[in-house]
């Protein structure tokens, strides 16, 4: 399976709490921060659900 890297780009404050917890749940905490994950379909889901906080690069 794929891997993609996201960083976090843009601030979590005045963004509704179920995207904090996308974030969260993505294991993003700060801004900067990158993390890996499989590119399964719940990943890409909840990276849809915060796409304009995050930057996605796919890892080859």
């Given amino acids: 399976m794929s ?4 960083k ?3 601030s979590q ?3 509704p709490l179920n995207q904090k917890r996308t974030l969260e749940a993505l294991g993003l905490r ?3 921060q990158v ?3 499989d590119a399964s379909t ?3 889901g909840m990276v849809n659900k915060v796409q ?3 930057s996605v ?3 080859k």
């Fill in 3 to 6: 891997k993609i890297k996201i």
């Fill in 8 to 10: 976090q780009v843009k």
């Fill in 13 to 15: 404050i005045k963004c």
């Fill in 30 to 32: 700060k801004i900067g």
């Fill in 35 to 37: 993390v890996e994950h």
């Fill in 42 to 44: 719940a990943i890409l």
């Fill in 52 to 54: 304009h906080l995050v």
């Fill in 57 to 59: 690069e796919e890892i």
